[in-house]
């Protein structure tokens, strides 16, 4: 079993709704949430960290930790053209350990 | 311009033919890392770095050395490359592993 599940979609959306991306994970270690937006041929960019269980806010993204649970969310509201991309969800206890990334296309 | 720096972007290679692929960063990061991205199994940490002379293994460090002498560069080595290490490979780094800044990536064929 991998340390880091997320669903590999692809998922599609029309502009304007709100997408919605999940994490699972086993290991307890896990001490930084980060997501990552990667491009077509491009390096991951960081997107949102967090450390604790809760809701970060950043503009039009939320990230959600449920540490009980094992559980991260990413949303993003008001979904662009532009957000078309591979998330990925990414775990660090000094080795970060990647979701397979879910594939996004927001339809204009 | 705070950034990682790979080289090269591109390398195609034969097997058994030792090369380094370069990574630099300029933002004075402690921790740094490789990674190699493939089609199905995703983002995988190789080696990582928490400060100079300080290294320990990833998820999949076979066939593969790395270096830290100085805070910035972060150097991976492939004594004897193989076709099975084809692969496109990410240089990152991070202040304090809230976050990791990416280079562009190096896509390395091995024939």
């Known amino acids: 079993q991998k340390e880091v599940e997320q669903d590999p979609g692809p998922l599609s959306v029309p502009e304007g709704a709100i997408v919605s991306l999940n994490c699972t994970y086993s290991n307890s270690a896990f001490q930084y949430f980060m997501w990552y937006r990667q491009y077509s041929r491009k390096g991951p960019e960081l997107l949102m960290y967090t450390y604790s269980s809760g809701n970060k806010e950043d503009g039009r993204f939320t990230a959600q930790v449920d540490k009980s649970s094992k559980y991260i969310s990413l949303f993003i509201r008001d979904s662009q053209p532009s957000d078309s991309a591979t998330y990925l969800c990414a775990m660090d206890d000094y080795k970060l350990s990647f979701g397979a990334g879910t594939t996004v296309t927001v339809r204009a | 311009e705070a950034q990682v720096t790979q080289n090269p972007r591109y390398l195609i290679t034969v097997t058994g033919k030792k090369l380094t692929v370069t990574c630099s960063q300029n933002?004075?990061?402690?921790?740094m890392s490789w990674y190699r991205q493939d089609p199905g199994l995703g983002l995988r940490q190789i080696y990582y770095?928490?400060?100079?002379?300080?290294?320990d293994k990833g998820d999949v460090p076979e066939g593969y050395k790395v270096s830290r002498k100085e805070k910035r560069n972060f150097p991976l080595i492939l004594e004897s490359p193989s076709p099975n290490q084809t692969s496109l490979y990410f240089c990152?780094?991070?202040?304090?592993?809230?976050?990791?800044?990416f280079g562009s990536g190096t896509r390395l064929t091995v024939v």
């Open positions: 770095s928490m400060n100079v002379e300080v290294t």
């Open positions: 990152a780094s991070s202040f304090d592993r809230r976050g990791y800044t």
């Open positions: 933002m004075n990061h402690e921790y």
